[in-house]
């Protein structure tokens, strides 16, 4: 008898658990993707689809059509105080 319980609930906690994670899928499946392309070195103008008309970027050319692009930006000289600006979306001093 007690063996019975027990696998009842366990099928009831297994069906109960897969309707909780299929409902997460759908809400996720809603929000936007989101991609920061970070390089080393690379100026405003180093890329095709910024107006330079001998670096060839195909690939981010397609994809800057795809996009936003964002024109007003500031980095800082070291990768640190870069990615704790994105991380916390403040500027470093």
């Given at each position: 008898?007690?063996e ?52 060839k ?37």
């Open positions: 008898m007690k019975k319980i027990l696998l009842s609930s366990a099928i009831i906690t297994a069906a109960i658990s897969g309707c909780v994670s299929e409902t997460d899928k759908q809400q996720t499946a809603d929000q936007p993707n989101v991609i920061l392309i970070i390089t080393d070195d690379q100026g405003y103008g180093d890329l095709g689809f910024y107006g330079n008309p001998d670096i970027t195909p690939v981010l050319d397609k994809l800057a059509k795809q996009s936003t692009r964002f024109s007003n930006f500031y980095v800082c000289p070291v990768c640190a105080p870069t990615r704790s600006s994105i991380m916390t979306g403040r500027y470093s001093l």
